[in-house]
């Protein structure tokens, strides 16, 4: 009773649910049952399927042992409305599931999910600009030249020129790397590091390329506080500030020193309520809805824990900044409240940890369309964000410095070529060291007693000295 890890890539959420159907189909256990005086040959009830589907999912790789029994049912009614199942009178369509003993049976064939149809996506092919093309529009033809009073003197250079004596001048433009061309270079070389990391010939079927923006990238990476905490240049998309109160309310428990109202029974319940009721409301994920799928693909790495890491750094960099910053506050929030031992209990019936992953794994996770396994996914990717938030959130430092020493290079480079002679004279080559600076004749070294062969020998006596 084993799912087959699904790793990274395409319609990853796709290949899950009919893993997880073919499953169910063909190891539920299966056997008469009797209801109002009459019997039923292969079937099951309701609370057996909980039971077997929940113990598959929460030893499945793909999903963890965070799965509750809650969730084992919501994904029960989505069998039944896609007709995976049905009653016993053979009704289906409808989530009516419950946790109970009403009889279920398989149907003839259950439908597996098709791979949706996308247009693919042209690939950005980034071209940076050649030194040495003039810009459009700056033609020398179209360049305005002042009228010339000719004498003889300038004639004569004119037919020198002409007929070759004197070399023509010639214009040279400066090109320099514009910050359109680093802004481009931080993008391509950001989702070249993932496809990498995610061992995949293309992103284009996780990833729409154009919806990327590389200005999200480089603020998410230099516009940071000492804590790591993105600062936003545009204060209207803070969060409010009576959301921001509770946060630091429930982090800080029981010491809330903003806290200027009294507390009662119950009171910190009260402010929980008011922070899901605020991330609940939220138009699209913090994940946002055009990432949803680069984040499950990354899920497929989760057995290599430094590698997941890694690409969920690097996919947290392309969020907006916005985004990041709450996403920021909200693990923190989320992992002090999971460690403070002081923290009376939000919720009867569920651990704070559970609390937490059910309330918010949503906002943080799901798809515009509707996808049978994102709840299941969001859980797991909040658990697992929850265990290392600090180093997710963190900016990749192997990425950074490559980015840096690719835009310094082509700086370099681009001098080069504008100016030869200036960049000969400041970097010289180890041709031009050697005429500048010949290899003086080294001396040779003096002959010392410690030289010698044996130096250290004791005097011996010669028959010359004897008597």
């Given at each position: 009773?084993?799912?087959?890890?699904?790793?990274?890539?395409?319609?990853?959420?796709?290949?899950?649910?009919?893993?997880?159907?073919?499953?169910?189909?063909?190891?539920?256990?299966?056997?008469?049952?009797?209801?109002?005086?009459?019997?039923?040959?292969?079937?099951?009830?309701?609370?057996?399927?909980?039971?077997?589907?929940?113990?598959?999912?929460?030893?499945?790789?793909?999903?963890?042992?965070?799965?509750?029994?809650?969730?084992?049912?919501?994904?029960?009614?989505?069998?039944?409305?896609?007709?995976?199942?049905?009653?016993?009178?053979?009704?289906w369509g409808q989530e009516d599931f419950e946790d109970n003993g009403h009889l279920y049976r398989f149907p003839p064939s259950s439908p597996l999910k098709p791979y949706p149809k996308r247009p693919p996506y042209q690939k950005d092919v980034i071209k940076f600009p050649e030194w040495n093309d003039p810009r459009p529009g700056t033609s020398q033809e179209n360049i305005p030249v002042r009228p010339v009073v000719m004498n003889s003197e300038t004639w004569y250079k004119r037919h020198s020129i002409a007929i070759g004596e004197v070399p023509a001048c010639r214009l040279v433009y400066r090109r320099q790397l514009t910050e359109a061309n680093v802004e481009e270079i931080w993008k391509s070389m950001t989702l070249s590091y993932l496809q990498k990391i995610l061992g995949l010939d293309s992103l284009e079927e996780v990833l729409d390329i154009k919806l990327v923006k590389s200005k999200y990238i480089i603020h998410n990476v230099y516009s940071v506080s000492k804590q790591g905490v993105v600062i936003l240049d545009d204060k209207s998309k803070e969060l409010p500030h009576w959301v921001l109160s509770a946060m630091k309310c429930l982090a800080n428990w029981p010491n809330c020193s903003d806290l200027k109202q009294p507390m009662y029974l119950g009171f910190e319940r009260d402010v929980f309520k008011t922070i899901a009721d605020y991330y609940g409301h939220l138009k699209e994920p913090l994940l946002t809805f055009h990432l949803f799928d680069a984040f499950v693909s990354v899920l497929g790495l989760l057995q290599e824990e430094k590698m997941a890491i890694e690409a969920f750094q690097v996919c947290c960099l392309l969020l907006p900044p916005e985004n990041r910053r709450k996403l920021q506050l909200l693990m923190r929030m989320m992992a002090r409240i999971c460690l403070n031992k002081e923290m009376p209990p939000l919720c009867d019936g569920h651990g704070t940890r559970t609390l937490m992953i059910q309330t918010f794994s949503r906002c943080i996770l799901c798809s515009k369309d509707e996808v049978d396994l994102d709840e299941l996914l969001a859980a797991r990717l909040v658990t697992f964000l929850m265990d290392n938030f600090q180093e997710i959130l963190k900016v990749p430092l192997a990425l950074q410095t490559s980015i840096e020493e690719r835009v310094a290079h082509l700086r370099r480079v681009q001098f080069q070529k504008s100016y030869p002679e200036v960049y000969q004279e400041r970097f010289p080559t180890p041709e031009s060291e050697a005429l500048l600076f010949p290899e003086k004749p080294k001396p040779k070294p003096q002959l010392l007693m410690w030289a010698l062969k044996n130096p250290f020998q004791p005097f011996q006596r010669t028959r010359s000295f004897r008597m």
């Open positions: 009773m084993e799912h087959r890890i699904v790793g990274p890539g395409p319609y990853r959420a796709t290949k899950l649910w009919n893993e997880t159907v073919e499953l169910f189909r063909a190891r539920m256990p299966l056997r008469k049952h009797r209801c109002r005086f009459k019997s039923y040959e292969h079937c099951f009830s309701a609370a057996e399927a909980v039971d077997w589907l929940h113990d598959l999912l929460r030893c499945s790789q793909n999903f963890g042992p965070e799965v509750t029994r809650k969730q084992t049912v919501q994904l029960l009614k989505k069998f039944l409305k896609n007709h995976v199942i049905e009653d016993i009178k053979g009704k």
